[in-house]
Structures are given as structure tokens and as C-alpha cells.
């Protein structure tokens, strides 16, 4: 995607071959700045502190964090060192855990001596691979908002939740990769963007890319969406996912599942868009398997904004001495998913080994 007139990745390597740059989700919306990470440590604290957010971009940089830290050392102790060290950073999303497994199984049969490039050469096929995953995503999804606007017969209205844009990804992005396709396709799309407390990701990094992609949209609060939905302003939901099971049980960002209830009630289409790569075919049932991450009740008890002044700065929100839980993922059932838009189709909640049989078939 393109940024003031120049195509970015959300990462990429050096040219010295030693490092890689990510943009600094941080700092966005008021400020694109980026960041060079040149070790394992400066991986992990990217991934840690959400630097790089979003399933496929986390595995993007967990992969590349490995081959950081196998420059250094390419010991088998220091690779499994580093593969725990990674994989403890973000827990619930399965495209880390994924990624990390595919650089270690390519690595490890070889001399310590050819590791490095080789898992810098493997992370960088896994980043062209994911947007070549979302780039079809985007295609699949544009056949059923094209279907969508026919029927509605003017503006189309979409609601997401979080960011699953290209931010969240190498490039494209997942929910968005459509409306991307659609809007640039000339179908008229407006898009409700939740604003996703606690991190503000929707109103921070949806609406930035949004905008500069020229989409109409319009940011909301959380709580908003319902009412939007009872008042026939919803025409659709696509949400991405960090986990998918086997059996369509959706974790994505706190906050989907409440989406989906209202969606459910009003009659208004829930699709989630995701790659294969976050599904995981070991696990059947997302609310006692996924491991909800909580993070620290600071990103609840304050907000960061940009002051009058121009300064970006955090301010506190809640009553002095309450505490705060920061729960941020939930669990969406399968039953409340209209469907899922993948790189291989469309698919019902229970059709996801049908679009993928030979990863069911590994599983099983």
C-alpha cells in the first residue's frame, strides 16, 4: 500500500542484509515514523510492546527474529532459546507459533554456518506468501461486496472491528483487503470503523489507513454498533481473527464476539476474513482451548492522543486507585460466523477442512 505517494511494506529488509524495518504502529496516527530491529531482543520487544501488531504480521517478525538471533548465534541451543523467547511474546494469535515452527523446521537440518541465510530467505518467502494470501483474500471478498452492493442498490456500509488492514499483515490486510478491492473497483463502500478500546486500534490504524487509501468511513465507539445495526445503517460485518479453530470458533480482538450477538440479533451478514496460515487445526474448541492474552491494566487506565500543543501524550481515564482487567481477546462461537473469506474461497462456519483438507488431514 502506499503512504504519502511511496509503497511500503509493514516490513522489510535492510538492504545491508543485517536488519529489517517495521513501522512504528505506536506512533500512528500522528506520527509514521520507523524502526530498524537488528536482534532477537529487538524483535521480540516489537512484538511485545506492539510495535508490529496484527496475526500475520507478528509471525512475519517472529520469523525474521529468529534469523536475527540465529546471526548471532546458531547453536541448536540458541535457536531453541530463541524460538521460546519469541513464541512466549504474544500467545493467543496462531500465525507466530506457526511462522516460528516453519523457519526451525527449515533451518535446523543444516550446519550452523548456513542458518542464518537460510531463515532470512525463509521469512522473506513467508512475507511474500502472506500477501500473496491476502491479495486473494481481497478477491473472494470483492465477489461477495460486489453481490452485497447489487442487492443493496447504493452505498454498501461495512463495519469491522480492530484493524485487520495491511498494517495487521505484510500487505493488504484481511477484512480489509476487500473493501480495498471494492473501492478501487468503483463499488460504492462506506466503512463504520469501532473505535476497539483499549488500544484504539480502529480509530487509530483503520482510519488512518482508510483514509489514506481514500475510503469514506466514519469512526464510532465501541458500543455504538449495535445501535447502528438496529437502525438498518449495518449492511455487513468483516472482522479478521488472531486463532480460528478447526471447527469455526473465531478469537479476534475484544469486542468481536459482542459484534457478532448484535449482528446475529439484527440480521446482519458476520464474515470473517483470514488466511490459512490462522487457523488451527489442533484445537475444536476455542473457549476452553485459546489461551486469552491480558495485558497490562495501564492501555485500559490510560489513552494516548495528540494535544492541542501538537504533543502526543498519554492521559489517564479512570478513577485514581481502581484497577483495571485487560482482557484482549475474546472468543466468537462458530455459530454466530455467516462465513469466512480465505485465499482458497468462500466457506460456511463448519467448511473449513473442505477449503484446506490436506492441513485437516496433518492434523488429524
Not at 505506536?26 to 510495535?51: G, K
Not at 459482542?258 to 490462522?278: R, S, Y
Not at 466468537?332 to 466457506?347: D, H, M, N, S
Amino acid at each position: 500500500m502506499k503512504v504519502d505517494g511511496t509503497a511500503y511494506r509493514s516490513i522489510w529488509p535492510e538492504a545491508d542484509g543485517r536488519a529489517v524495518r517495521i513501522i512504528d504502529q505506536t506512533r500512528l496516527p500522528h506520527r509514521f515514523e520507523t524502526v530498524r530491529l537488528e536482534s532477537l531482543e529487538d524483535a521480540a520487544h516489537a512484538i511485545r510492546a506492539m510495535l508490529v501488531r496484527g496475526a500475520p504480521l507478528i509471525g512475519a517478525t517472529g520469523a525474521y527474529g529468529l534469523a536475527l538471533g540465529l546471526a548471532r548465534d546458531a547453536s541448536d541451543a540458541a535457536l531453541d532459546e530463541a524460538f521460546r523467547t519469541l513464541l512466549a511474546t504474544r500467545p493467543t494469535g496462531a500465525n507466530l507459533a506457526w511462522a516460528l515452527e516453519d523457519v526451525a523446521r527449515t533451518v535446523r537440518p543444516l550446519p550452523p554456518g548456513e542458518r542464518a541465510a537460510a531463515a532470512f530467505a525463509r521469512a522473506g518467502e513467508i512475507c511474500d506468501e502472506d500477501v500473496a494470501i491476502n491479495y486473494a483474500i481481497g478477491e473472494h471478498g470483492l465477489g461477495l461486496i460486489r453481490a452485497a452492493a447489487a442487492r443493496r442498490q447504493g452505498r454498501l456500509n461495512v463495519l469491522t472491528h480492530c484493524n485487520a488492514g495491511w498494517l495487521a499483515t505484510v500487505d493488504w490486510g484481511t477484512a480489509l483487503a476487500p473493501i480495498y478491492r471494492a473501492h478501487d473497483a468503483g463499488i460504492e463502500v462506506h466503512v463504520w470503523v469501532d473505535e476497539t478500546r483499549p488500544r484504539n486500534q480502529g480509530a487509530h490504524l483503520t482510519a488512518w489507513e482508510l483514509g489514506r487509501h481514500g475510503v469514506p468511513h466514519t469512526v464510532i465507539v465501541d458500543n455504538a454498533a449495535g445501535h447502528a445495526m438496529q437502525r438498518g445503517l449495518v449492511d455487513l460485518c468483516i472482522v479478521g481473527t488472531d486463532r480460528t479453530t478447526a471447527t469455526g470458533d473465531v478469537c479476534n480482538k475484544i469486542g468481536t464476539y459482542t459484534k457478532a450477538l448484535a449482528a446475529h440479533d439484527n440480521g446482519v451478514p458476520f464474515h470473517v476474513a483470514l488466511p490459512g496460515p490462522t487457523i488451527d487445526w489442533t484445537v475444536s474448541d476455542g473457549l476452553a482451548s485459546i489461551p486469552i492474552e491480558e495485558r497490562d491494566a495501564s492501555e485500559v487506565q490510560q489513552v494516548w492522543g495528540r494535544t492541542e500543543a501538537g504533543d502526543v501524550a498519554a492521559v489517564a481515564v479512570t478513577a485514581p486507585g481502581s484497577p483495571a482487567a485487560n482482557y484482549a481477546f475474546d472468543v466468537t462461537p462458530a455459530r454466530l460466523v455467516t462465513g469466512f473469506i480465505t485465499e482458497r474461497g468462500l466457506a460456511a462456519p463448519d467448511g473449513l477442512g473442505r477449503l484446506f483438507p490436506e492441513r485437516l488431514a496433518a492434523a488429524e
